[in-house]
């Protein structure tokens, strides 16, 4: 296991909370099994493939991820909170899992291997809220990789009681509230074209689909407008 926690970004705030929450925490997530197998499964793994698990907590998908990728394939799973990866790491060393990388490090500066397959961000909105993080990903996957993205999202404002309910959640698991409404909504930025289901009232989403089928941009802000006023990559702009 790769030991990189010493990022000096400002990520204090989720280390602490998923400090306490180490020990209880898969207890807490147990009801909600069914979504990472839902969202496992919208990956569409195929054997001997890479693929990131972004913010892999104590490691709850990693049997899940390594056994869709089998033996041949490669799981590289990225926490910064060193409580949470801890036990990931107890639980890979009791499996004796041979193809599971531990990495603890925040997700944006992360060593990552180039040209994955796949990558997954369960429940960790305030990674997908991350532009540097989300950049920093997608520069590391091949052209039309595979993305599922889950976790909890406004619901309709006339569901006021469920939305009280997200909001209780949240303000137990992320430390910024923003873009609750439409979570997904960076990947889509970065051009990924996604699929996504919502269950529980709308109040929890899981959003797959891919990465665009060329290469990624260097930077979100390598970007310049043409004729018609619109945004687009500049040609330049991608990694040969
Ligand atoms: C709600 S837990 C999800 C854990 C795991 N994905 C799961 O489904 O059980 C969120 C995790 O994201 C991690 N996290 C939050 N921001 C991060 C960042 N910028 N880089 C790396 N890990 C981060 C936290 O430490 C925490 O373990």
């Known amino acids: 296991m790769r030991d990189d926690s010493a990022h000096s970004g400002g990520h204090d705030v989720s280390r602490a909370m998923y400090r306490w929450r180490a020990f209880s925490y898969d207890l807490q997530l147990a009801p909600y099994e069914f979504i990472r197998h839902h969202a496992v499964q919208r990956l569409q793994l195929q054997p001997g493939q890479r693929v990131f698990d972004l913010g892999c907590g104590t490691g709850m998908s990693l049997d899940l991820l390594r056994q869709a990728v089998g033996e041949q394939g490669h799981v590289i799973a990225v926490d910064q909170c060193p409580e949470m990866i801890a036990l990931a790491r107890s639980r890979v060393s009791q499996a004796g899992w041979t193809n599971v990388e531990l990495v603890c490090a925040a997700v944006e500066d992360a060593p990552l291997p180039d040209a994955a397959d796949a990558a997954f961000f369960h429940l960790v909105h305030d990674i997908l809220q991350s532009p540097q993080a989300v950049a920093h990903v997608l520069r590391h996957l091949k052209p039309g990789a595979r993305l599922a993205a889950t976790g909890l999202k406004w619901t309709a ?84």
Do not use: K
């Not at 006339?158 to 698991?173: D, E, I, M, R, T």
């Not at 992320?174 to 289901?197: C, K």
């Not at 990624?216 to 945004?231: T, Y």
């Open 157 to 240: 404002p006339w569901l006021a009681p469920w939305n009280a309910l997200v909001g209780l959640f949240a303000a137990q698991s992320i430390s910024n509230f923003d873009g609750l409404a439409a979570p997904w909504q960076p990947l889509v930025d970065h051009g990924a074209e996604l699929q996504v289901e919502t269950v529980l009232m709308g109040t929890l989403y899981v959003a797959s689909g891919t990465v665009p089928p060329i290469r990624q941009p260097r930077s979100s802000h390598a970007l310049h407008a043409v004729d018609d006023g619109a945004a687009r990559p500049a040609a330049n702009a991608y990694r040969a």
